[in-house]
């Protein structure tokens, strides 16, 4: 039997996971090959924090970031905790989409465990991995509005996000880790993408 509503149809399929998911309150109900794409594309955000940090205003560029790469800014370890969970995360949700394609059919435990796990990382990778990414970037804009924009904010009680941070976070390393990241999750969704296809086809 076919159904023309996709959401109906994993409510009545056979399987426990799809009703379960089918039945969650989320707004992070999309196939997971899908999100884990979109975590990339975050990734892919957080990598160009060191292109963008280049051509923030030379006054500012020239007193706190002298060589952008090699910088070491407060604003580098927000960019780092985006990355950490959203690359976390991202392995998280490839787990489940494995688990789920090579277990064979689930029983309604397991199913529950995996829907259970699914919703922790999506919660984690877009709610908190996403609002890492987004403060790290409100920090940038900052420095794009001129010294007197960042003077204001120091004003208004706010701590200075280019000041060198003591964790010795550079730059650099948080771009390159959040590139090799974006396409390990990009390499990571096409796979589960195929795996899926093969096994509900089957």
Same mark, same amino acid.
């Given at each position: 039997?076919?159904?023309?509503?996709?959401?109906?149809?994993? =409510?009545?399929?056979?399987? /426990?996971?799809?009703?379960?998911?089918?039945?969650?309150?989320?707004?992070?109900?999309? /196939?997971?090959?899908?999100? =884990?794409?979109?975590?990339?594309?975050?990734?892919?955000?957080?990598? $160009?924090?060191?292109? @963008?940090?280049?051509? *923030?205003?030379?006054?500012?560029?020239?007193?706190?970031?002298?060589?952008?790469?090699?910088?070491? /800014?407060?604003?580098?370890?927000?960019?780092? @905790?985006?990355?950490?969970?959203?690359?976390?995360? $991202?392995?998280?949700?490839?787990?489940?989409?494995?688990?789920?394609?090579?277990? $064979?059919?689930?029983?309604?435990?397991?199913?529950?465990?995996?829907?259970?796990?699914?919703?922790?990382?999506?919660?984690?990778?877009? +709610?908190? $991995? +996403?609002?890492?990414?987004?403060?790290?970037?409100?920090?940038?804009?900052?420095?794009? +509005?001129?010294?007197?924009? *960042?003077?204001?904010?120091?004003?208004?009680?706010?701590?200075? /996000?280019?000041?060198?941070?003591?964790?010795?976070?550079?730059?650099?390393?948080?771009?390159?880790?959040?590139?090799?990241?974006?396409?390990?999750?990009?390499?990571?969704?096409?796979?589960?993408?195929?795996?899926?296809?093969?096994?509900?086809?089957?």
């Amino acid at each position: 039997m076919s159904f023309d509503d996709p959401i109906a149809e994993k =409510i009545l399929s056979d399987s /426990p996971y799809e009703r379960l998911r089918a039945r969650q309150l989320s707004y992070f109900v999309q /196939p997971i090959d899908r999100k =884990i794409a979109w975590q990339s594309y975050l990734l892919f955000t957080l990598a $160009g924090l060191l292109p @963008v940090l280049a051509v *923030l205003p030379s006054n500012l560029r020239q007193t706190y970031l002298p060589s952008v790469a090699a910088s070491s /800014p407060k604003l580098a370890f927000v960019a780092l @905790v985006a990355v950490v969970f959203v690359s976390g995360t $991202g392995v998280g949700h490839a787990l489940v989409e494995y688990a789920r394609i090579t277990r $064979g059919p689930l029983d309604e435990r397991q199913a529950r465990e995996l829907v259970t796990f699914e919703s922790l990382c999506s919660m984690l990778g877009f +709610g908190t $991995g +996403g609002l890492a990414t987004f403060s790290t970037y409100a920090l940038v804009l900052l420095g794009f +509005g001129g010294r007197d924009l *960042l003077q204001a904010f120091l004003a208004a009680g706010g701590g200075n /996000p280019f000041e060198p941070s003591s964790l010795g976070v550079t730059v650099g390393f948080v771009a390159i880790v959040a590139l090799l990241s974006a396409v390990a999750l990009q390499t990571l969704s096409a796979y589960l993408h195929v795996r899926a296809v093969l096994a509900d086809g089957a």
